[in-house]
């Protein structure tokens, strides 16, 4: 018998502001954080956040990280101290790519002014593990912490690691969550040369005019905890993290599998680990890239798992208002599901309007759709897949 | 390449260390770098200024040397001159 695990804290940093709220409450009304065909943090000041020392000390990626867990923290009422003890506090944080800005500056340097002037602080604030390594050690979490890269599925594999490590007793509680800052000319040039990314610089999911994804930056946040600790301690049970299930295709190195095989089997796999069926799914928040590939792909799967009632779920995508986080998404997209969830409402694909042949679905043009249900509480799916092949889906429902 | 004086060097010190994250009240001659929470990463960044600056090159037998600002300047006028 596994442990039940709750969320009690959830924290955001995106282009539509920082804070999970402005996550939410803009995208359900339909804004778009996109300028300029990116999706930049805009309004992320490091070192008003963060401390001077501290924010030098860390790549873009990481010092997101760092405010969205602070935030998550906050809200699970952990800012007088950890109401776990230290040890039995994990950390998993994951990413697509980690510091490319550090790697891309560092190497300017090297090439500029040779080995001798290349920074002490390269290598920390490269890695890919920095994110989870910085927040473990602001807040004191001496528990397992590592990092998770799994391309775009980074961060709900961050989850469901964090997810496993509360459930069988390993830790107590888990900040778990991604973070990516990759708005830098390589990453650009790179996703851009494999015609990754949108020449028209728009975002729009599972819309027929849909021409790739457009990058963004953030990272998302989420506090883990046991629940029946958490509620002995007056917590408040934002959402329960119900199932999880990772798959692989193993078919090609960046495209998705055609028939939507391997991410169907995660989202089922997702479901069964939940004890749930698919006709209890009240929403799904999709990974929704808008490229031509992961669209119908995706679209195939839900219709595979979802059978007779796919056409009537909603189907939303969070990148149509924010661009596509990379690592983070995956965390961005559950802490926008778990208010979702909260509130009863799916926020709009914005920006979908034209149907593309095959891609019959409810992807909530327009205006955020109320979430209805008889009894129970409401059941989500957020789906995240990354080049490589790797699916990550997480259940979530209503606390 | 500016004349390595005390006063100098000691300005040019103080200037990194800030930019380090250091409290400025805290920063004297006298203020070790473990109280200023100046670790061996910035004491490498320190070393690379100096290097810059005053094209001289500090070797770990130097870095040992220096505990406290004073050290650090000290050193870095006794190896320009």
């Known amino acids: 018998m596994t442990r039940t695990v709750v969320i009690t804290g959830l924290g955001a940093v995106t282009p539509l502001g920082v804070g999970a709220e402005p996550l939410f409450e803009r995208w359900a009304a339909g804004e778009c954080g996109i300028a300029e065909g990116l999706g930049r943090c805009a309004d992320f000041d490091p070192v008003a956040l963060l401390d001077r020392k501290l924010a030098r000390r860390s790549d873009r990626f990481t010092q997101l990280a760092l405010v969205a867990a602070a935030e998550a923290l906050e809200q699970a009422g952990w800012g007088g101290g950890a109401p776990v003890a230290p040890e039995r506090a994990g950390c998993v944080i994951g990413t697509g790519i980690g510091g490319i800005g550090t790697i891309e500056s560092q190497l300017d340097v090297l090439r500029e002014r040779g080995a001798g002037a290349v920074s002490p602080l390269g290598i920390p604030l490269l890695m890919a593990n920095a994110a989870s390594g910085a927040v473990a050690m602001r807040h004191g979490l001496k528990g397992q912490c590592y990092g998770t890269v799994s391309a775009c599925a980074a961060g709900a594999h961050a989850i469901g690691a964090g997810l496993r490590m509360v459930q069988h007793g390993d830790a107590d509680a888990c900040v778990v969550g991604g973070a990516e800052s990759a708005l830098t000319p390589l990453a650009a040039a790179a996703f851009a040369s494999m015609a990754a990314t949108s020449p028209t610089g728009v975002s729009r999911p599972f819309d027929a005019r849909r021409d790739g994804f457009v990058m963004g930056e953030g990272a998302g946040a989420l506090v883990l905890e046991e629940e029946s600790a958490a509620r002995r301690r007056g917590a408040t049970a934002l959402a329960t993290v119900a199932g999880y299930g990772a798959t692989a295709d193993a078919h090609h190195l960046t495209a998705p599998e055609p028939s939507g095989d391997g991410a169907a089997r995660a989202m089922r796999v997702a479901l069964a680990d939940a004890g749930r069926e698919p006709a209890d799914v009240d929403y799904v928040n999709a990974h929704g890239t808008s490229t031509p590939l992961n669209d119908r792909a995706e679209t195939e799967a839900i219709k595979t798992v979802l059978g007779d009632r796919a056409r009537g779920v909603p189907v939303s995508s969070t990148k149509s208002a924010i661009g596509h986080l990379l690592g983070a998404a995956g965390a961005v997209e559950a802490v926008a599901t778990a208010i979702a969830l909260r509130r009863r409402s799916a926020p709009p694909t914005v920006g979908w309007s034209e149907r593309d042949e095959g891609l019959d679905l409810d992807y909530v043009p327009d205006v955020a759709r109320a979430l209805e249900r008889d009894g129970g509480p409401a059941v989500a799916l957020s789906n995240s897949f990354g080049f490589g092949g790797h699916n990550a889906v997480l259940c979530l429902e209503a606390a | ?81």
Not at chain 2, 7 to 16: F, G, I, P, Y
Not at chain 2, 25 to 50: H, K, N, P, R, Y
Request: net charge negative; no cysteine; charged share 30%.
């Open chain 2, 1 to 81: 390449m500016p004349t390595a004086t005390r006063e100098d060097v000691s300005q040019r010190l103080v200037e990194a260390l800030v930019d380090f994250g250091a409290d400025p009240g805290e920063i004297s001659d006298d203020a070790t770098f473990e109280a200023l929470d100046v670790d061996s990463l910035d004491l490498v960044e320190l070393a690379q200024i100096v290097e810059d600056v005053y094209g001289v090159e500090l070797s770990t037998a130097d870095m040992k040397r220096m505990s406290t600002v004073g050290d650090a300047v000290d050193v870095v006028v006794e190896r320009s001159g």
